[in-house]
């Protein structure tokens, strides 16, 4: 009986060792990682791996706007003064302008006529006479100009000056030409200014 007994405790003892050392109850044995040149990393890794080599990405700033440039005045065009088209002024225009500049001694070489054609009746023709005149409302020297038959009236009475504005403003409405005499009578208004330097 005691060799019986002692035949088990050895077989048990041989037992044991072979198991290995056995882990406690309620515990896990954690198995062992080997890394691998080929596997995949985790999330975590893929995570830090994405924020390491994706360049960070900032919202681009909203394109600066122009700032609007004050526009330049368009200069008015060069007049080309046909030879001779700048007159002296007659006796009459000359009587008219001192009157109207209440000077009687206005110089003769401040005033300019301008052959605008002959008119809506074949025995007249008419001129357009330009001449600076004090502005007292804006306390400046404007050019003003006039359309006129005083060249071809046979007298005073039968003389017309109609308004034909400034060379800022011009204006035309009070005339009654149209086509290529309106078209000569515009071009000669724009001569009568060149010809004062305007």
């Known amino acids: 009986m005691k060799k ?20 406690e109850p309620g515990t896990t044995t954690p198995k ?13 890794s893929t995570s830090s791996a994405r924020s390491s080599s994706t360049p ?4 681009s700033a909203s394109p600066s706007q122009t700032p609007s440039k004050t526009p330049t005045p368009t200069p ?13 002024p007659n006796e009459a225009v000359l009587a008219w302008a001192r009157n109207l500049t209440a000077d009687p001694q206005f110089p003769a070489e401040s005033v300019v006529m301008v052959s605008a054609g002959s008119g809506n009746r074949a025995d007249e023709t008419w001129d357009v006479v330009a001449l ?28 017309s000056w109609i308004d034909l504005g400034t060379s800022d403003s011009p204006i035309w409405t009070s005339v009654t030409w149209s086509g290529d005499r309106l078209t000569a009578g515009q071009q000669a208004q724009q001569i009568a200014f060149a010809c004062l330097g305007q």
Do not use: M
Not at 32 to 44: R, W
């Open 4 to 23: 019986l007994l002692g035949v088990i405790i050895v077989i048990f003892a041989l037992a044991g060792c072979s198991l290995g050392p056995q882990a």
């Open 32 to 44: 062992p990682t080997t890394s691998h040149s080929g596997t995949t990393p985790g999330p975590s």
């Open 56 to 59: 960070s990405r900032t919202p």
């Open 76 to 88: 008015k065009p060069t007049i080309e003064i046909p030879a001779g088209a700048c007159l002296a």
């Open 132 to 159: 600076p005149v004090y502005a007292p409302a804006t306390g400046k020297t404007i050019l003003q100009s006039y359309l006129t038959n005083a060249a071809s009236a046979s007298q005073p009475s039968g003389e």
